[in-house]
């Protein structure tokens, strides 16, 4: 709990600060201060217990991902094609798509997790959510297409809606390891 209020108050004393140009700054060095986004659009928040517990074994059964070993994960997520406004799973069969993610992964500090709602999409680098944990945790009915989130393996994450972005990725990574 001692994280999460320090991380609520960093993030409140960031959302004053005004962005700034990050041309010669690496990206896996950004903190929430480098992003351009709002920080007011960032949520913070914690898993309690057993959904901790519960989230770890999903993602080790379904994804193969030990977030007691990654220490860090970030999750790029689709929610349902009916709840957007465009085609947001357009690509999501596209095997061209799997060089892009390889870069993201080389170019962020944590692992990388694409998931989506829908069933029935042969993707080459996404996963089907099959028992909607990912969007059961964090899916807080925002009107949006996708989101992100990076979780740490204590179960402190930062989140946004929005399409994924590496150096907000690298941002919520370098946040979380600030409070260790």
Known sequence: MKNLFLILFILFAFSCKSTKSNTEKNTKDYTLADI????SLIQVGELKKHELATFKKYL??????DLDSLKYLTISYLKSKNKCWYDNYSGIEKKSNIKRINKYKSEMNSDLLMAHYDYGYKSF????DKSKIISTLFDKGKESCDFMLTINSDGV?????????TDVANAFTNELKSYE
Do not use: G, I, P, R
Not at 60 to 65: L, P
Not at 125 to 128: K, L, N, P, R
Not at 157 to 165: A, G
């Open 125 to 128: 680098y996404s996963h089907y």
């Open 36 to 39: 351009k986004n709002s920080s």
């Open 157 to 165: 994450y930062l989140f946004k809606t929005s399409h994924f972005y």
């Open 60 to 65: 080790k059964e379904t994804f193969n991902k």
